[in-house]
């Protein structure tokens, strides 16, 4: 949801209010005398083409991050070579589903899934980086060092957030750790992201009011067999992915 500014506080806060648009991929909308009379857009710059690191973090397990990064994985890879999954969960998820697809079709999946080099995940990353990988990090639940480097390295982390009342409050435990990492590291980028939402409940509705009020990527991920089956098998292209994808790209985009 965009947020609104009279014209009084606007000019006020102009150049702090650009830079967060551009930053944060946000919208805010100019007000006056209570009526919208203007938005300002971030502008995606020359060469765009979507972050080259992504982060699934949050400090809660069974969240979704590793079919999220294993969907978004199989998009991407439709646009890009060389996209690769980073298993940095203990439960090693990513890697036994690559190896049950590898099992099931000679093809296995149109993408990589290699284990964390854990001591030097940074490290690990940026050589990928540069060897023009697009990089997905799949990370553990109740690990903050972990989720500290992650989302140091990633050009975008996402913070997945069940539409329940525990979920909302253990995410926005993980949302305050990156705002607070924000003073260290100035360029970190980072939205909460709503997974497994059915539409008609009423806590996806209280949770989706909750997640307004801070950064986010306002596509969200329904509650979908599709998503719940996929294990060890190729993910299908999904929509909703797509729009993901296509929502942090034109928001997140950066100059590779």
Do not use: C
Request: aromatic share 4%; glycine share 6%; net charge neutral.
């Amino acid at each position: 949801m965009a947020k609104r500014f009279g014209v009084s506080d606007l000019r006020q806060q102009l150049p702090s209010l650009l830079d967060k648009v551009q930053a944060q991929g946000e919208e805010i909308i100019v007000t006056r005398n209570g009526k919208d009379i203007a938005k300002v857009s971030p502008v995606a710059r020359p060469g765009t083409r979507g972050p080259q690191v992504i982060a699934l973090t949050s400090l809660k397990g069974g969240v979704g991050k590793t079919t999220l990064a294993m969907h978004l994985a199989r998009v991407i890879a439709d646009e890009r070579e060389n996209v690769v999954v980073i298993d940095a969960d203990n439960e090693m998820s990513a890697l036994r589903w690559r190896a049950q697809a590898s099992d099931l079709s000679p093809e296995g999946l149109p993408f990589g899934v290699v284990a964390a080099e854990r001591d030097q995940i940074m490290k690990q990353v940026q050589a990928l980086k540069h060897q023009g990988h697009t990089v997905i990090i799949d990370t553990p639940p109740n690990d903050r060092e972990m989720l500290r480097s992650a989302a140091t390295i990633a050009d975008l982390a996402l913070v997945p957030v069940l539409p329940t009342a525990l979920d909302v409050d253990r995410g926005a435990v993980s949302l305050r750790l990156l705002e607070d990492m924000a003073f260290a590291v100035p360029n970190l980028r980072f939205a909460a992201l709503l997974n497994r939402a059915a539409s008609r409940q009423r806590q996806t509705r209280e949770a989706d009011e909750v997640l307004n009020q801070t950064v986010r990527i306002h596509t969200v991920i329904p509650q979908l067999n599709a998503y719940q089956e996929a294990f060890g098998l190729t993910p299908r292209r999904l929509s909703h992915v797509q729009d993901l994808w296509e929502e942090i790209q034109k928001r997140f985009g950066s100059d590779l």
